[in-house]
Each structure stands twice: as structure tokens, then as C-alpha cells.
């Protein structure tokens, strides 16, 4: 083995898929793009990290609520491109071609073009880290959709598709909860 830098020990271990989260301040909505994010245990709560330097971190802290859009890896170009400009000046809908969908419970748009998307109300707020915790009140998703691969950040300008799906389920000494 290679010694690898400890300042590049997190681009192994990444979390979760590549997500874009959408808010609604009461004026305009806002898409951002987010490498970190994690789900909580088999229950629809997720956590994100994102601070004061993100437009949408206001709205975050105000309305209490957001939407998860999950983008497919042939979405990746632009999400990237979305998460490296600012809402503050920019209309990301209208600039990359997004189509913003009413959702059922939250003032946050649903993204049309993504594949999947979770309705969410902010339940913690961890400021020392930057941490809010999500509680999922509502998913869609696309089942029509072809392309279904995720893409998740390493963390240094690159990234990596989701492949083929291995089946182990028969191996498990627990069955798995919720359908998963």
C-alpha cells in the first residue's frame, strides 16, 4: 500500500450520492447542489451540511424546510455547474433548463428532471457543525425515468457512478425494514 495524505483521508469515504436540495424563501426559489448528506438509520430522516456561505442557508434557517432532489448521473454535469454559481444572482431553474414542480406538504419545488425527490422539514439544527437534520414527509419518484444511476463526489473535483446492484438479501441474518 501507498501512504495517502490524511487532508485526502475523507475522499475515501464520501457519503451519500450527490444531491440538489431545493428552497423557497417566500420571494424565489433556489436549487443547491450538496455532496454531503447522509440518511439516519432505515427511518426517513437525513442530515446535510451546508452554512451561512450557501444562498440558501437563510432560507433554510427561516422557512424550516426543502426538498431533496435526487439527480441521475446524466444530470451530473449540470448539478455540478449548479452548485458553482449563486442563487443570489442567478435563476438556476431558469439558467439550466430545470422544471420546478409543486410539492404536496412544503413551499420548496420538486426538480421534474430528477429522478427522485423527498419533501423535508428541518427538525435539529447543529450550528457548531453546520448540521441540519431532515425529516422526509413525502418522496416521489420517477419510476419511468431510464437512467436511475446516482453519481457521488470523492472530493477532489471527481466523481464516481453508481453500477450494478448486487443482490445479498438472501445472506442477510435480518430481514430489512420497511421494504428496503
Same mark, same amino acid.
Given at each position: 500500500?501507498? %501512504?495517502?495524505?490524511?487532508?485526502?483521508?475523507?475522499?475515501?469515504? #464520501?457519503?451519500?450520492?450527490?444531491?440538489?436540495?431545493?428552497?423557497?424563501?417566500?420571494?424565489?426559489?433556489?436549487?443547491?447542489?450538496?455532496?454531503?448528506?447522509?440518511?439516519?438509520?432505515?427511518?426517513? &430522516?437525513?442530515?446535510?451540511?451546508?452554512?451561512?456561505?450557501?444562498?440558501?442557508?437563510? @432560507?433554510?434557517? &427561516?422557512?424550516?424546510?426543502?426538498?431533496?432532489?435526487?439527480? $441521475?448521473?446524466?444530470?451530473?454535469?449540470?448539478?455540478? &455547474?449548479?452548485?458553482?454559481?449563486?442563487? %443570489?444572482?442567478?435563476?438556476?431553474?431558469? %439558467?439550466?433548463?430545470?422544471?420546478?414542480? #409543486?410539492? !404536496?406538504?412544503?413551499? $420548496?419545488?420538486?426538480?421534474? #428532471?430528477?429522478? @427522485?425527490?423527498? !419533501?423535508?422539514?428541518?427538525?435539529? =439544527?447543529?450550528?457548531? =457543525?453546520?448540521?441540519?437534520?431532515?425529516?422526509?414527509?413525502?418522496?416521489?419518484?420517477?419510476?419511468?425515468?431510464?437512467?436511475?444511476?446516482?453519481? =457521488? $463526489?470523492?472530493?477532489?473535483?471527481?466523481?464516481?457512478?453508481?453500477?450494478?446492484?448486487?443482490? =445479498?438479501?438472501?445472506?442477510?441474518?435480518?430481514?430489512?425494514?420497511?421494504?428496503?
Amino acid at each position: 500500500m501507498k %501512504k495517502l495524505s490524511l487532508k485526502k483521508a475523507f475522499t475515501l469515504i #464520501e457519503p451519500g450520492p450527490v444531491i440538489m436540495l431545493t428552497t423557497y424563501d417566500g420571494f424565489k426559489r433556489n436549487i443547491m447542489t450538496l455532496s454531503w448528506s447522509m440518511v439516519m438509520d432505515f427511518t426517513p &430522516q437525513f442530515a446535510i451540511l451546508t452554512g451561512p456561505w450557501n444562498y440558501s442557508y437563510k @432560507a433554510l434557517v &427561516q422557512t424550516k424546510e426543502c426538498v431533496i432532489a435526487v439527480p $441521475a448521473v446524466d444530470l451530473s454535469k449540470k448539478t455540478v &455547474q449548479i452548485g458553482s454559481c449563486s442563487g %443570489k444572482d442567478t435563476d438556476k431553474f431558469k %439558467k439550466f433548463k430545470l422544471t420546478p414542480l #409543486e410539492a !404536496e406538504n412544503v413551499k $420548496a419545488p420538486l426538480i421534474k #428532471e430528477c429522478f @427522485a425527490n423527498i !419533501e423535508c422539514r428541518i427538525t435539529d =439544527h447543529i450550528k457548531k =457543525h453546520n448540521i441540519f437534520v431532515l425529516n422526509g414527509i413525502a418522496a416521489w419518484i420517477d419510476d419511468k425515468r431510464r437512467e436511475k444511476r446516482m453519481f =457521488h $463526489a470523492v472530493g477532489d473535483g471527481t466523481f464516481t457512478a453508481d453500477g450494478r446492484k448486487i443482490n =445479498h438479501r438472501k445472506i442477510m441474518i435480518k430481514k430489512i425494514p420497511y421494504g428496503v
